[in-house]
């Protein structure tokens, strides 16, 4: 009852209520799965003696994967059985980090999340092709800030016992690699499950295969990205709103960059508190702020969502920088905890922007095109963004890195606002019925 509630379930048509049968449990098994990731530069931080190289490289993994999306977009569009990739994330993405338990090393770490990571990349575009084809488009946003809140309240209901176990033995974060594993595949066994439309037409590239065609000539890897700047120069507003999101991305990697070093080293705390606060409280507001903020982003057009959003997270790096400059104690774990707080409320904001915008300015065109162009240029900024950090860090300090972090996020906001004047008023006429 209180899920039907939850999604307003009787005023969905049918697709969406069959999918959301399948993905209501893959949100519950992603919030296992997404507890240990948490908590993957922690790990190598404490347990597996991490540099802030290391820390930096790790940085680094996803956001090189995330360069390849664009291609992945193209491979979406074309399959008739797009959905059994699914499966290819599962088993040779996800499952090879169980290897962690028995050959855990900073090394191997590295290589198995490139692994991981390069197969996320297709994954998510091939979360939100589910997410154009299944669900209404004016309640897109609405379901996924509750699926969202569901992952969230699993995250958070083991976070906390999850730092007590992992601060219980200093081998015992080898069982967290093979949970990852382990529910990953699930998640992802469950999202291929997902009922879609086989019959499709899908362009023709070759003979049919398990997934429905045979992969392009490698002579034409460069289309993907002609046709990237062809769109982004036809859809200028999202452009724009690109290049603006790009500001917030420098800062998140810089922050994400110093982070583990500054909780670990910086401010010396156990496991337990650091899964309290980055991984628990941040969750705690995930949960109340992802339905209302999916709604929100209903109502609103991207770049107005995104002031807002990013004006609030300037806060973020200004308040965990206030924690060094407070003796241990109960008002330093308060700050502390207020931080995560606040940055999980702002971030649930960016995530339903950075997963739902796209499909705002797609319209009827392809959600998977779109998201992959935004992935690929999120791939760009992380190549530049760890290595702002790393560089600030290890010249000025934590605190300078924090600082500039904040300035960009300002920036960030003060632009997007500015968008927002006038992307309201051309997405209204883009709906407006035609009249002669």
């Known amino acids: 009852m209180f899920l039907r509630r939850l999604f307003d379930w009787d005023t969905l048509p049918e697709l969406a209520r069959r999918t959301l049968g399948r993905q209501i449990p ?11 990731t948490s908590l993957i530069a922690t790990i190598a931080a404490k347990s597996l003696g991490a540099n802030d190289l290391h820390i930096m490289l790790l940085m680094m993994v996803a956001p090189v994967c995330f360069l390849l999306s664009i291609y992945w977009a193209e491979l979406i569009a074309r399959l008739r059985r797009w959905n059994r990739l699914f499966l290819l994330c599962a088993f040779a993405g ?11 090393s900073m090394r191997l770490l590295l290589l198995l999340l490139l ?27 609405f379901l996924y800030g509750r699926l969202a809140s569901l992952t969230a309240l699993t995250i958070l209901l083991v976070s906390y016992p999850l730092g007590h176990f992992l601060d219980a033995g200093s081998e015992n974060w080898r069982w967290v690699f093979a949970a990852i594993a382990l529910f990953g595949v699930l998640e992802r066994i469950l999202q291929f499950s997902v009922p879609v439309d086989e019959h499709r037409e ?11 065609l045979a992969l392009p000539h490698w002579r034409r890897l460069h289309q993907p990205i002609l046709r990237m700047g ?15 999101f790009m500001l917030y991305g420098l800062a998140f990697f810089m922050v994400g960059t110093v982070q583990p070093g500054y909780l670990v080293t910086g401010l010396g705390l156990s496991y337990a508190m650091i899964s309290l606060g980055q991984v628990a409280a941040f969750r705690l507001s995930s949960i109340f702020s992802l339905p209302y903020l999916g709604a929100h982003h209903d109502r609103l057009d991207p770049a107005s969502f995104c002031a807002r959003i990013f004006g609030l997270l300037a806060f973020f790096p200004l308040l965990l920088a206030s ?9 330093r774990n308060a700050l502390f905890l207020a931080s995560f707080l606040l940055q999980g409320i702002a971030m649930s ?10 499909l705002v300015f797609a319209g009827k065109e392809s959600a998977a095109t779109y998201q992959g162009i935004h992935v690929t240029l999120t791939g760009l900024r992380g190549l530049v963004g760890p290595l702002l950090g790393w560089f600030v860090r290890n010249t000025f300090g934590w605190h300078a890195t924090f600082a500039c972090a904040t300035c960009l996020l300002i920036l960030a906001a003060w632009l997007m606002y500015r968008q927002g004047l006038s992307l309201r008023e051309m997405l ?9």
């Open 202 to 212: 899908a362009a023709v590239l070759g003979s049919p295969r398990w997934m429905g």
């Open 349 to 358: 904001g960016v995530a339903v922007a950075w997963s739902m915008s796209s």
């Open 230 to 244: 062809s769109l982004l120069n036809r859809n200028r507003a999202f452009f724009r709103w690109e290049m603006q």
């Open 26 to 36: 893959a949100a519950h098994i992603d919030g296992l799965s997404q507890a240990g």
């Open 94 to 104: 996800v499952a090879p980090l169980a290897l962690m338990y028995a050959w855990g």
């Open 428 to 436: 209204l006429q883009d709906e407006a019925p035609a009249t002669g």
């Open 115 to 141: 692994l991981y990571e390069f197969h996320n990349s297709l994954n998510i575009p091939l979360r939100n092709r589910i997410m154009q084809a299944n669900y209404p488009r004016e309640r897109r946003s």
């Open 323 to 331: 924690c060094s400059l407070v003796p241990e104690g109960p008002l």
